[in-house]
């Protein structure tokens, strides 16, 4: 069978750690990248986005992940991210104000970290409403 080990793991929790036949995450710099068993050694940067997961069974399971790193070595693959959630994980509420406060912190006058600071909140809080809404739960 073509499937690799993979393991998410999230600031606050192991999110997967089990055989998976492809992962496809938001790479910081080439926008979606997959990766199938046996793929070249590498280490990428990840942003905040939606990954999708097809494991060993064929079950899919897409989830937003944050911002992180992801290692392929030797068919082993590790994302470590700040955040990975499943969609009914998400609390529509809670990143519909992280966006108001975001956009609310962008309106005022801020300093030039500030502002790049309350930028990745709101896209932050946009990506999971993102993915709240597409799989619609």
């Given at each position: ?22 992962l ?53 693959a ?52 993102k ?7």
């Amino acid at each position: 069978m073509n499937t690799f080990k993979l393991k998410i793991v999230a600031s606050n929790k192991i999110f997967f750690d089990a055989e998976a036949r492809s992962l496809v995450v938001p790479h910081a710099d080439m926008g979606l990248e997959g990766f199938l068993a046996h793929h070249e050694d590498c280490v990428v940067p990840i942003e905040t986005g939606e990954m999708k997961i097809i494991d060993a069974n064929g079950n899919v399971l897409n989830a937003f992940v944050g911002n992180g790193f992801f290692e392929f070595l030797n068919n082993t693959a590790t994302l470590v991210c700040i955040s990975a959630e499943l969609p009914e994980e998400i609390d529509e509420r809670r990143a519909q104000e992280a966006k108001e406060r975001a956009e609310e912190e962008m309106r005022n006058q801020q300093s030039q970290l500030e502002y790049f600071h309350s930028q990745a909140n709101l896209a932050r809080a946009m990506e999971r409403l993102k993915v709240k809404n597409r799989h619609n739960i």
